[in-house]
Structures are given as structure tokens and as C-alpha cells.
């Protein structure tokens, strides 16, 4: 656990750079869709093109590096919890029985766990685009009135939205296993991070 720990501070600690070079295709993109709505020639959405070919390898290995640190850190951060375990209950060799019912169960919802996260910032992401494009629909119109676009607006729809719906996903992370391990027992909680872990994963 040890050496996966330092595995997972090495992969962390390229990151950043990772995460940072995963922003390169977006920026790309935009730009060619700015030539294109400027009019320039079409040799320039060409080579923009190309610049975000090249950005979508980079985000590949950038989704590649976020994933396998996740994987190092929640493995490393699951082998501290059953440590804590072991030294509160005063054993050494606490073992995670998935044929036992209370931690079998646990396992079960700790699976279903990313997925019901996956669904609330997926719903999320579809109400704020819908909020956006209502908006968008309404500026056209005083647009074409001859009023200035407001761009405020559509900012502040982004970031409300990104505040406002994130709560429920949020709250899900991070009082799931908070009442799985006060209501239940510690073999539930074992069961519902071993599920989580590998179905995240």
C-alpha cells in the first residue's frame, strides 16, 4: 500500500501539466469555429483543424493520467481506512468478506454508486444547456430588435447552474459513506468502498 500511495503522488504530481495540456483541443476548436464565424479563408478552419486532432490525443492522455491516479489514490486511501479500522478495533488482520450479507450489500450499492453520480451531473449538465438555450433563443429576438447581445447573462446561467446543480451529486460523495458507516458497521462501509473503487474505475 505503501509503494501504491507513491505511485499515486507521482501521477499526481504530473497532473497539472496533464490536466492543463487536456485544454489544448477545446481552445483549438474554438478557434475554428471563430475563423469560421469571421469568414476567414478556409484554410484557416484547416489548420485549426489539425491543431485540434493533435488536442484530442493530448486529451486522451490527459483522461488517461486523471483515471489511473484516481485508481492509485483510491486504492491507497481504502488501504489507510481498513489500517484506521484495524487499530480502533484492536486487530490486525481485518479482512473485507464479501460473502458476508451486511458487507455484500454494501458492495452492491457502493456499484451503483458512480452511475447514480454519472446520472445527477449528466441531468445537470442537460438543464443548464436547456436554461442557455432559452436564453440564447430570447437574445436572437432582441438582436434582431437591434439591442446588444448580453453575455452577462449567459455566464451567469453557466455558473449558477454549476453551483446550483452540483449540490445533490456532491452530497451523494460525500454523505453516502458518512450514514453507510454511522447507521451500519464498518464491514458495510468496506463493502460500499470496495464497490465504488472498482465500479468507478
Same mark, same amino acid.
Not at 497539472?16 to 479563408?41: F, Q, V, W
Not at 441531468?123 to 433563443?137: D, P
Given at each position: 500500500?505503501?509503494?501504491?500511495?507513491?505511485?499515486?503522488?507521482?501521477?499526481?504530481?504530473?497532473? !497539472? %501539466?496533464?490536466?492543463?495540456?487536456?485544454?489544448? @483541443?477545446?481552445?483549438?476548436?474554438? *478557434?475554428?469555429?471563430?475563423?469560421? #464565424? +469571421?469568414?476567414?479563408?478556409?484554410?484557416?478552419?484547416?489548420?485549426?483543424?489539425?491543431?485540434?486532432?493533435?488536442?484530442?490525443?493530448?486529451?486522451?492522455?490527459?483522461?488517461?493520467?486523471?483515471?489511473?491516479?484516481?485508481?492509485?489514490?483510491?486504492?491507497?486511501?481504502?488501504?489507510?481506512?481498513?489500517?484506521?479500522?484495524?487499530?480502533?478495533?484492536?486487530?490486525?488482520?481485518?479482512?473485507?468478506?464479501?460473502?458476508? !450479507? %451486511?458487507?455484500?450489500?454494501?458492495?452492491?450499492? @457502493?456499484?451503483?454508486?458512480?452511475? *447514480?453520480?454519472?446520472?445527477?451531473? #449528466? +441531468?445537470?449538465?442537460?438543464?443548464?444547456?436547456?436554461?442557455?438555450?432559452?436564453?440564447?433563443?430570447?437574445?436572437?429576438?432582441?438582436?434582431?430588435?437591434?439591442?446588444?447581445?448580453?453575455?452577462?447573462?449567459?455566464?451567469?446561467?453557466?455558473?449558477?447552474?454549476?453551483?446550483?446543480?452540483?449540490?445533490?451529486?456532491?452530497?451523494?460523495?460525500?454523505?453516502?459513506?458518512?450514514?453507510?458507516?454511522?447507521?451500519?458497521?464498518?464491514?458495510?462501509?468496506?463493502?460500499?468502498?470496495? @464497490?465504488?473503487?472498482?465500479?468507478?474505475?
Amino acid at each position: 500500500m505503501y509503494g501504491v500511495a507513491l505511485a499515486a503522488i507521482g501521477m499526481l504530481g504530473c497532473l !497539472p %501539466i496533464a490536466l492543463t495540456i487536456d485544454g489544448y @483541443g477545446p481552445i483549438s476548436d474554438n *478557434a475554428g469555429g471563430i475563423s469560421e #464565424m +469571421s469568414y476567414l479563408h478556409d484554410s484557416v478552419r484547416e489548420l485549426t483543424d489539425k491543431l485540434d486532432a493533435a488536442g484530442n490525443t493530448t486529451a486522451a492522455i490527459g483522461k488517461g493520467f486523471a483515471i489511473g491516479s484516481a485508481c492509485l489514490v483510491s486504492l491507497a486511501l481504502f488501504g489507510a481506512y481498513i489500517s484506521r479500522v484495524e487499530e480502533a478495533s484492536g486487530t490486525s488482520n481485518f479482512v473485507v468478506n464479501v460473502l458476508d !450479507p %451486511i458487507t455484500f450489500a454494501g458492495l452492491i450499492v @457502493g456499484a451503483m454508486i458512480p452511475y *447514480a453520480f454519472s446520472a445527477l451531473t #449528466m +441531468s445537470a449538465v442537460g438543464q443548464a444547456a436547456n436554461l442557455m438555450i432559452a436564453e440564447i433563443k430570447r437574445q436572437f429576438i432582441d438582436i434582431k430588435k437591434g439591442k446588444e447581445p448580453n453575455f452577462d447573462r449567459c455566464v451567469g446561467i453557466s455558473t449558477e447552474a454549476s453551483l446550483k446543480y452540483m449540490i445533490a451529486p456532491g452530497a451523494l460523495v460525500l454523505f453516502t459513506p458518512f450514514l453507510t458507516g454511522l447507521l451500519f458497521s464498518k464491514d458495510a462501509l468496506s463493502g460500499l468502498l470496495s @464497490g465504488i473503487i472498482v465500479s468507478g474505475i
